[in-house]
């Protein structure tokens, strides 16, 4: 078990009379040397409350023993009130803006469930572990007083600065506080000024935000990059792995790619297709336990940030020694398959090898060497007749797919473009076409195959699963789209991937479709990490798992020193006894810092957004409304696929607003989700991250 205040915490929650410290060191398996950590541990806890230490015992406060104490997760909601996110899996717990002011989006806390005016809400008890330790934020001055407003939060808090310290840096500069103490009620927030970033916000001030926000490492440990330059860069081709040096695979990848992971190659067999799925072989580098491993897990994943990726491992790794680049003998793992023209795997080989990649492709250069364009078939000739097999066998596999009910969630995705001074000017969509297509169903069916390997032979394993939505969700979801002026049905029994399938497919084609994919996709739990095979409901798969990207997801790294067990039947008793527990804090590390990347990422590129909104003010967009409250409409600018809000206030007549099928109702006008609307960019607030929208028009 890993040494962490909530692993500390869940220990004494079973003694309850209390342990001295030997004991709970004793329960982390400690050696002398790592008993300093455990009391650092032991002193914060103490610090905040939530541990009481007397008579030589350590043990929870008796008010934190309540059994109908809910645990959760802060979600801020920029009109001031929050959710909270119970860990338990039931429906979310509204949060006042009353609780809120004292709250960070993504503390973890405990709370009591209470009715108020007959709604359920959570009454904050305890913050359990705090999600930002140093932000970024806006040096201000208040009559004689200095604070720091921070930014990109979107409940406004201000961290107090001593006055002798403020007056080193100018009013009005962008620095990175560390919060020393956090905001209770009738305690201000106070913190000190570790950096200064200027006065004005440029990309990499963005990147040091959201960095800073979310807790991300900037830099590798001395150690773990000493451990990167020290490993060697040689290539050697030994019994043990297959050479396939001579074969033509190729990577695919976005042009913006710095590190590729995957190349695939394939061979047509009569009516079958031999298919490679060829993985960098990062578990061959890095070593359990290793500086680097630790670094790793501690990461979860790659952070990619605008013009900067916060790399899971040291660069040398990352983008040298692992990033699978043409003609350079590279070490991988390859998972063969023979795939027969129903899209069904029927003959497969899991091996280390050597591979050598012939091309580096971006997606636009695959199709258009597909669509036979003179130019690039001139220019890779040997890569025409591969790429045309595994079009036909991308179709087949999305085919089977379609049928057994995967569900596409295929939202609109955008791309900020850059000038030479890095600075953003414009976003565009991101188009997904069949080159990306290709790759996307290669690697899943690898993904499938290798876990199925597992599952079948019953030994420990890192799955990625996705459990089925609850049916008063889907329940919901039938009836937004009911609202919508759709026919629907609500589902009979057990929901299956297919329902979800058909409601979307109505929408394929509507102004309204991507509204539709997101609710759908808000239906759905989160897929996440698991040593317990359930399934994953989306892909409508009974066994998955994360194969193919091990030097961004350290889920993966994993699953190859698995694999690798297995193939060479290394397994001990030992490791069957103890592995499903290591794999257990594993998975659960790994889902906990993928969340944190998807929200960092998205967050970012939303300041950036709002940079280039700056400009656009006065402009008039179209837009699709996105979410109907008492105190205004939600619409997302289609164009930049970003929400702003519509305030109530600012029009000319009463609404009523009816909370059950999400509209406001007016005496001339009538807001309903999907509606397509006509708006003009009022205000944008980079620092608050919100867009003041004002109504033009409506389609009818």
């Given at each position: 078990m890993e040494l962490t205040q909530e692993n500390v915490l869940e220990v004494l929650r079973k003694h309850k009379k209390g342990l001295f410290f030997k004991q709970i060191a004793k329960s982390f398996k400690l050696e002398k040397k790592e008993e300093k950590q455990l009391k650092k541990i032991l002193k914060k806890l103490q610090k905040n409350k939530t541990i009481v230490y007397s008579k030589g015992l350590y043990k929870i406060r008796k008010e934190l023993e309540k059994e109908n104490l809910i645990k959760g997760k802060v979600e801020a909601h920029e009109s001031g009130f929050g959710f909270l996110i119970r860990e338990d899996g039931e429906p979310d717990l509204f949060i006042p803006p009353i609780e809120m002011q004292y709250l960070f989006d993504g503390d973890i806390v405990l709370a009591e469930e209470k009715i108020y005016r007959g709604k359920k809400e959570a009454k904050i008890i305890k913050v359990l572990e705090r999600r930002v330790k140093t932000a970024v934020g806006k040096l201000q001055k208040e009559k004689d007083r200095y604070f720091v407003h921070l930014l990109d939060f979107v409940i406004p808090h201000k961290i107090y600065i001593n006055k002798k310290e403020a007056k080193k840096y100018p009013v009005g500069n962008y620095v990175v506080v560390e919060i020393l103490r956090y905001p209770e009620r009738n305690v201000e927030a106070k913190g000190k000024i570790i950096k200064d970033l200027g006065n004005v916000k440029n990309t990499q001030t963005v990147a040091e935000i959201v960095a800073r926000k979310y807790d991300l490492p900037l830099t590798h440990s001395e150690e773990a990059l000493k451990e990167a330059e020290k490993l060697p860069s040689t290539v050697k081709i030994t019994k043990n792995r297959k050479d396939l040096t001579h074969q033509i695979c190729f990577t695919i990848d976005p042009e913006s790619a710095r590190d590729h992971d995957d190349a695939v190659a394939i061979e047509k067999e009569g009516e079958n297709y031999r298919l490679y799925v060829h993985i960098a072989d990062v578990s061959h580098y890095v070593k359990e336990g290793s500086a680097i491993d630790r670094e790793a897990f501690q990461r979860g994943n790659t952070y990619y940030l605008p013009e900067r990726a916060l790399h899971m491992l040291p660069e040398r790794l990352a983008s040298d020694l692992c990033s699978l680049r043409p003609f350079e003998k590279k070490y991988a793992f390859t998972c063969e398959m023979l795939i027969n023209k129903k899209g069904e795997v029927i003959d497969y080989k899991i091996y280390e090898s050597v591979i050598e990649s012939k091309a580096k492709l971006t997606y636009d250069q695959a199709l258009v060497i597909i669509l036979g364009e003179p130019e690039y078939v001139k220019a890779f000739p040997n890569l025409v007749e591969p790429l045309k097999n595994m079009e036909e066998l991308a179709k087949i596999l999305m085919k089977a797919k379609e049928d057994r009910g995967s569900i596409d969630f295929d939202l609109p995705e955008s791309e900020i473009l850059f000038n030479?001074?890095?600075?953003?000017?414009?976003?565009?969509?991101?188009?997904?076409?069949?080159?990306?297509?290709?790759?996307?169903?290669?690697?899943?069916?690898?993904?499938?195959?290798?876990?199925?390997?597992?599952?079948?032979?019953?030994?420990?394993?890192?799955?990625?699963?996705?459990?089925?939505?609850?049916?008063?969700?889907?329940?919901?979801?039938?009836?937004?789209?009911?609202?919508?002026?759709?026919?629907?049905?609500?589902?009979?029994?057990?929901?299956?991937?297919?329902?979800?399938?058909?409601?979307?497919?109505?929408?394929?084609?509507?102004?309204?479709?991507?509204?539709?994919?997101?609710?759908?996709?808000?239906?759905?739990?989160?897929?996440?990490?698991?040593?317990?095979?359930?399934?994953?409901?989306?892909?409508?798969?009974?066994?998955?798992?994360?194969?193919?990207?091990?030097?961004?997801?350290?889920?993966?790294?994993?699953?190859?020193?698995?694999?690798?067990?297995?193939?060479?039947?290394?397994?001990?008793?030992?490791?069957?006894?103890?592995?499903?527990?290591?794999?257990?804090?594993?998975?659960?590390?790994?889902?906990?810092?993928?969340?944190?990347?998807?929200?960092?990422?998205?967050?970012?590129?939303?300041?950036?957004?709002?940079?280039?909104?700056?400009?656009?003010?006065?402009?008039?967009?179209?837009?699709?409304?996105?979410?109907?409250?008492?105190?205004?409409?939600?619409?997302?600018?289609?164009?930049?696929?970003?929400?702003?809000?519509?305030?109530?206030?600012?029009?000319?007549?009463?609404?009523?607003?009816?909370?059950?099928?999400?509209?406001?109702?007016?005496?001339?006008?009538?807001?309903?989700?999907?509606?397509?609307?006509?708006?003009?960019?009022?205000?944008?607030?980079?620092?608050?991250?919100?867009?003041?929208?004002?109504?033009?028009?409506?389609?009818?």
């Amino acid at each position: 078990m890993e040494l962490t205040q909530e692993n500390v915490l869940e220990v004494l929650r079973k003694h309850k009379k209390g342990l001295f410290f030997k004991q709970i060191a004793k329960s982390f398996k400690l050696e002398k040397k790592e008993e300093k950590q455990l009391k650092k541990i032991l002193k914060k806890l103490q610090k905040n409350k939530t541990i009481v230490y007397s008579k030589g015992l350590y043990k929870i406060r008796k008010e934190l023993e309540k059994e109908n104490l809910i645990k959760g997760k802060v979600e801020a909601h920029e009109s001031g009130f929050g959710f909270l996110i119970r860990e338990d899996g039931e429906p979310d717990l509204f949060i006042p803006p009353i609780e809120m002011q004292y709250l960070f989006d993504g503390d973890i806390v405990l709370a009591e469930e209470k009715i108020y005016r007959g709604k359920k809400e959570a009454k904050i008890i305890k913050v359990l572990e705090r999600r930002v330790k140093t932000a970024v934020g806006k040096l201000q001055k208040e009559k004689d007083r200095y604070f720091v407003h921070l930014l990109d939060f979107v409940i406004p808090h201000k961290i107090y600065i001593n006055k002798k310290e403020a007056k080193k840096y100018p009013v009005g500069n962008y620095v990175v506080v560390e919060i020393l103490r956090y905001p209770e009620r009738n305690v201000e927030a106070k913190g000190k000024i570790i950096k200064d970033l200027g006065n004005v916000k440029n990309t990499q001030t963005v990147a040091e935000i959201v960095a800073r926000k979310y807790d991300l490492p900037l830099t590798h440990s001395e150690e773990a990059l000493k451990e990167a330059e020290k490993l060697p860069s040689t290539v050697k081709i030994t019994k043990n792995r297959k050479d396939l040096t001579h074969q033509i695979c190729f990577t695919i990848d976005p042009e913006s790619a710095r590190d590729h992971d995957d190349a695939v190659a394939i061979e047509k067999e009569g009516e079958n297709y031999r298919l490679y799925v060829h993985i960098a072989d990062v578990s061959h580098y890095v070593k359990e336990g290793s500086a680097i491993d630790r670094e790793a897990f501690q990461r979860g994943n790659t952070y990619y940030l605008p013009e900067r990726a916060l790399h899971m491992l040291p660069e040398r790794l990352a983008s040298d020694l692992c990033s699978l680049r043409p003609f350079e003998k590279k070490y991988a793992f390859t998972c063969e398959m023979l795939i027969n023209k129903k899209g069904e795997v029927i003959d497969y080989k899991i091996y280390e090898s050597v591979i050598e990649s012939k091309a580096k492709l971006t997606y636009d250069q695959a199709l258009v060497i597909i669509l036979g364009e003179p130019e690039y078939v001139k220019a890779f000739p040997n890569l025409v007749e591969p790429l045309k097999n595994m079009e036909e066998l991308a179709k087949i596999l999305m085919k089977a797919k379609e049928d057994r009910g995967s569900i596409d969630f295929d939202l609109p995705e955008s791309e900020i473009l850059f000038n030479e001074n890095g600075d953003p000017y414009d976003v565009v969509p991101y188009e997904r076409h069949l080159a990306h297509r290709i790759i996307e169903e290669f690697m899943i069916i690898a993904n499938e195959t290798v876990a199925k390997h597992m599952e079948k032979n019953n030994l420990p394993f890192i799955y990625r699963v996705h459990e089925k939505p609850k049916i008063d969700k889907v329940n919901a979801f039938v009836e937004l789209m009911a609202g919508l002026g759709y026919k629907v049905d609500y589902p009979k029994g057990d929901v299956e991937p297919k329902f979800i399938q058909k409601l979307i497919e109505m929408a394929v084609g509507t102004p309204e479709e991507s509204l539709v994919r997101f609710l759908a996709l808000r239906t759905m739990k989160q897929a996440k990490y698991s040593p317990e095979n359930i399934g994953h409901f989306g892909l409508a798969s009974d066994c998955y798992t994360h194969f193919t990207s091990p030097i961004r997801r350290y889920a993966d790294i994993w699953v190859h020193r698995l694999l690798k067990k297995a193939i060479k039947k290394k397994f001990t008793k030992k490791d069957l006894e103890e592995l499903p527990k290591k794999l257990y804090t594993i998975a659960e590390q790994c889902s906990k810092m993928e969340r944190v990347a998807d929200d960092a990422e998205r967050d970012a590129l939303d300041i950036l957004k709002l940079r280039i909104l700056k400009e656009k003010v006065g402009e008039e967009f179209e837009g699709i409304v996105t979410g109907v409250m008492s105190f205004g409409v939600f619409v997302e600018i289609e164009r930049y696929i970003i929400e702003g809000l519509i305030p109530i206030t600012s029009f000319n007549e009463k609404f009523r607003y009816e909370e059950k099928s999400h509209q406001l109702v007016g005496e001339k006008l009538r807001f309903r989700l999907g509606d397509k609307v006509r708006v003009r960019i009022v205000k944008v607030d980079e620092d608050s991250k919100k867009i003041d929208l004002e109504f033009v028009s409506k389609e009818a």
